[in-house]
């Protein structure tokens, strides 16, 4: 099969989450609190060739529109996104994220003797190298790429 067949199907009503950086396709379903058993039908493609990125993944959900926050939480984790809002077979609206360089308030320093901890300050984390890392302003704990995804997940909480 080539590539054009694995990724061109098309989709009715939904959203097409495109230029993924490649691997990460199963963490942007996992902040989106999509665990395949919601009755979507999803379409994954991962390490596919792209002129943009060399590699990248895509996600197309069938059924399902993108929030604000949806869309801002994905720029924590795939930067190069697109997201494309299809209705009725057409692409009514494109999105592009944009990665903040700081993140205040949304995720909590695993260091437990941050001052964060204990003066009821806000988090604030500085964003590194798009996405692939973060790190603490006030006690410069730098989170790996899997920590960070893991924080972001214990904060949405459980799925509702
Ligand atoms: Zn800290």
């Keep these: 099969m080539s590539v054009r067949e694995l990724?061109?199907?098309?989709?009715?009503?939904?959203?097409?989450?495109?230029?993924?950086?490649?691997?990460?396709?199963?963490?942007?379903?996992?902040?989106?609190?999509?665990?395949?058993?919601?009755?979507?039908?999803?379409?994954?493609?991962?390490?596919?060739?792209?002129?943009?990125?060399?590699?990248?993944?895509?996600?197309?959900i069938e059924g399902r529109f993108l929030s604000k926050d949806e869309t801002d939480i994905i720029a924590l984790i795939a930067p190069t996104a697109t997201i494309n809002i299809i209705k009725n077979f057409e692409v009514v609206e494109k999105r592009k994220v944009s990665t903040p360089r700081v993140i205040s308030g949304l995720i909590k320093c695993p260091n437990v003797t941050c001052i964060t901890k204990h003066e009821g300050i806000e988090t604030t984390f500085e964003v590194l190298s798009a996405g692939l890392r973060a790190r603490c302003i006030y006690c410069n704990t730098e989170l790996s790429y899997p920590e960070f995804v893991e924080l972001i997940l214990k904060q949405l909480g459980p799925k509702k």
């Design 7 to 60: 990724i061109v199907s098309k989709i009715k009503d939904g959203t097409v989450i495109d230029h993924i950086p490649s691997g990460r396709a199963l963490d942007v379903l996992k902040v989106l609190r999509i665990s395949g058993s919601e009755n979507f039908r999803i379409a994954i493609v991962m390490n596919v060739e792209s002129s943009k990125l060399n590699k990248k993944d895509i996600v197309k």
